[in-house]
């Protein structure tokens, strides 16, 4: 980085982090509270879509994410899985289906579930939400 450009930039930049951040995590928002939030969407509603892949095919020496190295198709394989019945989970707490607006990936490096596992989750989460016309 040169010299002008932190100048131009004199403030620290916010790191990356998870959906949502980390202050908005807190042990008052408990399953009756999260179930509410599900329970009062309509159809008028949009939903953003985040899903976290935990896993990385080698650690970086720069990433503050907190993953971990899968090597073991089985762990990635049922990790996808997970994320399938959580969507499933999702939408039979909602009273109708919301369109999602917005699809984010993260966690480490979501490839490393595989084309397979990635295609299935989006396909579930096609099926069980309602995907805005930019999604299409």
């Known amino acids: 980085m040169n010299k002008e450009t932190l100048l131009k930039y ?4 916010p790191h990356y982090t998870s959906h ?10 408990g399953s009756e509270t999260y179930s509410g939030w599900l329970g009062s969407l309509r159809p ?3 939903l953003s879509l985040y899903f976290h892949v935990p896993f990385c095919r080698s650690l970086c020496w720069f990433c503050g994410c907190h993953t971990s190295v899968a090597r073991d198709p089985q762990i990635t394989t049922a990790y996808a899985e ?4 959580e969507l499933r989970l999702l939408a039979k707490a909602m009273p109708a289906v919301v369109p999602v607006n917005h699809i ?5 490096t979501p490839t490393s579930i595989g084309a397979a596992a990635l295609c299935q989750v989006m396909e579930e989460a096609s099926t069980r939400f309602g995907f805005a016309e930019m999604l299409r």
């Open 82 to 85: 997970l994320l399938v019945r």
């Open 20 to 29: 949502p951040t980390a202050p908005h995590f807190s042990p008052a928002v």
């Open 44 to 46: 008028s509603d949009s």
């Open 104 to 108: 984010h990936w993260g966690g480490g």
């Open 10 to 13: 004199p403030t620290p930049l």
